[in-house]
């Protein structure tokens, strides 16, 4: 097996955070990585890039990474790659990112399998880094160095939204699935008592007639 050192990475028609990322991942692995941020400008054409590395016996790369949605014009440049890679780089493995989503779906994988390349990877996040991370040392043919992947994953904002807790005095969310009558009843009972009519709040009439004896007030005796 080659010393980790001898690996070489070329990361090409990335996006910049997704770039910058995967390039700390390769180099915490030992990996040198050549990511050119302003790739638009230095070499827009990869194929052409790789050409001239070839023609004048320049060191290539062992993997090419490259976003699986490149074009040139109208034209998909991640599959032109691809199929001249396969056919004259046999040695140059190349893979996909599929920057769209956390998964990739089903067609873009067949889709990138289908033109040589060896494997279409999703969006990197906090949750998955590790599981990428694993599969492209696996391709570089290098055992996996965990603890420096830490650091990096601690400084990623997680993608798992994580739904806000209701304060104890907050109105709960009505249940919608629950009849109106009900509901209403329900709100209805929580609602502050209603302040009783002046009829209500009037003393009743006393009925009974009293008499003074002896200066004192005593119950007159009904006929």
């Known amino acids: 097996m080659q010393h980790p050192q001898s690996r ?3 990361l090409s028609h990335v996006q910049e955070d997704q770039g910058v990322l995967w390039q700390a991942i390769l180099n915490s692995q030992g990996v ?3 990511f050119d941020l302003s ?4 070499h827009p054409n990869l194929l052409s890039y790789l050409q001239e590395l070839t023609e004048q016996a320049q060191p290539l790369p062992n993997l090419l990474i490259m976003d699986i949605n490149a074009k040139i014009g109208e034209e998909s440049h991640a599959a032109e790659v691809c199929r001249w890679c ?3 780089l046999t040695d140059l493995q190349v893979i996909f990112l599929y920057n769209s989503g956390e998964q990739v779906p089903d067609l873009a994988k067949r889709w990138g399998l289908r033109r040589g390349a060896v494997d279409v990877l999703p969006k990197l996040t906090r949750e998955n880094l590790l599981v990428l991370a694993i599969k492209l040392t696996s391709i570089l043919g290098l055992t996996i160095k965990a603890e420096p992947l830490k650091g990096i994953a601690e400084l990623m904002p997680s993608s798992v939204v994580t739904p806000p807790v209701l304060p104890e005095t907050q109105t ?3 249940n919608l699935a629950e009849p109106a009558s009900s509901l209403e009843s329900r709100v209805e009972s929580k609602a502050d008592p209603k302040p009783e009519s002046k009829n209500e709040l009037k003393p009743k009439a006393d009925s009974q007639e009293y008499i003074i004896y002896r200066g004192v007030k005593v119950p007159k ?3």
Do not use: G, M, N
């Open 8 to 10: 070489r990475v070329l």
């Open 32 to 34: 040198i990585v050549d």
């Open 39 to 42: 790739w638009r400008r230095h």
């Open 86 to 88: 396969t056919k004259y």
């Open 172 to 174: 709960p969310i009505p």
């Open 221 to 223: 005796r009904r006929s």
